[in-house]
């Protein structure tokens, strides 16, 4: 018997796929959420005191050129947190994927420029995704309790993939952007929280590059 693909079958199955999408973006809403909610400081003052602070990479600049808000309210939090004695040290994590392109080098630039001095941040060039920068903080450089810088949204993804590797991490978060800056993003960022479910429950995900353990502030101990 053949089937007959008709216009009601095809709209019926765009309804079915469309439901199964938006409950699994709601399933790993959820998730992500109730793993990074109460585990979040929004203020230095209430922040912990950590050996490491993992501030998490962006571009430093739009398509446009201009300055990236993202990119500027992270450097602001994690000088912050330097600066009020927070964190020892600042881990840069970000994408260095060719040699015009290098996103903890812009990130320690523009930290020094703030007054934090180049001992204090140490550059992680491998971390391509929220994942690998989460798990190479523990598994490259060896800490496995650490506060994350970024926004709050992208704070509670870091926080989920954290704690589902056995990783004790808090987060601090850096101010937000307007709707009309970040619509795109926070779009963006409900289907990256799905990714982190299906990479950490389901395919078991690995950073793509590890290497030899490197312990942060060992060169002044």
């Given at each position: 018997?053949?089937?007959?693909?008709?216009?009601?079958?095809?709209?019926?199955?765009?309804?079915?796929?469309?439901?199964?999408?938006?409950?699994?973006?709601?399933?790993?809403?959820?998730?992500?959420?109730?793993?990074?909610?109460?585990?979040?400081?929004?203020?230095?003052?209430?922040?912990?005191?950590?050996?490491?602070?993992?501030?998490?990479?962006?571009?430093?600049?739009?398509?446009?050129?201009?300055?990236?808000?993202?990119?500027?309210?992270?450097?602001?939090?994690?000088?912050?947190?330097?600066?009020?004695?927070?964190?020892?040290?600042?881990?840069?994590?970000?994408?260095?994927?060719?040699?015009?392109?290098?996103?903890?080098?812009?990130?320690?630039?523009?930290?020094?420029?703030?007054?934090?001095?180049?001992?204090?941040?140490?550059?992680?060039?491998?971390?391509?995704?929220?994942?690998?920068?989460?798990?190479?903080?523990?598994?490259?450089?060896?800490?496995?309790?650490?506060?994350?810088?970024?926004?709050?949204?992208?704070?509670?993804?870091?926080?989920?993939?954290?704690?589902?590797?056995?990783?004790?991490?808090?987060?601090?978060a850096a101010k937000d952007v307007t709707?009309?800056?970040?619509?795109?993003?926070?779009?963006?960022?409900?289907?990256?929280?799905?990714?982190?479910?299906?990479?950490v429950g389901v395919l078991s995900r690995?950073?793509?590059?590890?290497?030899p353990t490197i312990t942060i502030g060992?060169?002044?101990?």
């Amino acid at each position: 018997m053949r089937f007959k693909i008709t216009r009601r079958s095809v709209c019926y199955g765009a309804v079915i796929f469309s439901s199964a999408v938006a409950v699994a973006l709601a399933w790993s809403n959820h998730l992500v959420t109730t793993a990074g909610h109460d585990a979040i400081a929004q203020d230095v003052s209430t922040a912990p005191k950590q050996k490491v602070a993992l501030v998490l990479g962006c571009s430093a600049t739009l398509s446009s050129g201009a300055p990236n808000p993202f990119f500027e309210h992270r450097m602001n939090a994690a000088f912050e947190l330097w600066k009020n004695g927070k964190a020892d040290y600042l881990l840069v994590s970000g994408d260095n994927h060719t040699a015009s392109y290098d996103e903890p080098t812009q990130m320690m630039n523009a930290l020094v420029r703030r007054g934090v001095p180049e001992i204090a941040i140490v550059r992680d060039f491998a971390g391509f995704r929220t994942l690998d920068s989460v798990v190479r903080a523990h598994r490259v450089f060896g800490e496995r309790r650490f506060c994350i810088v970024s926004q709050k949204d992208h704070l509670m993804r870091a926080i989920y993939i954290a704690k589902q590797h056995g990783i004790e991490a808090l987060g601090y978060a850096a101010k937000d952007v307007t709707l009309r800056e970040g619509l795109r993003t926070k779009v963006r960022e409900a289907f990256a929280r799905l990714q982190a479910v299906l990479d950490v429950g389901v395919l078991s995900r690995e950073p793509h590059f590890l290497g030899p353990t490197i312990t942060i502030g060992s060169e002044v101990e």
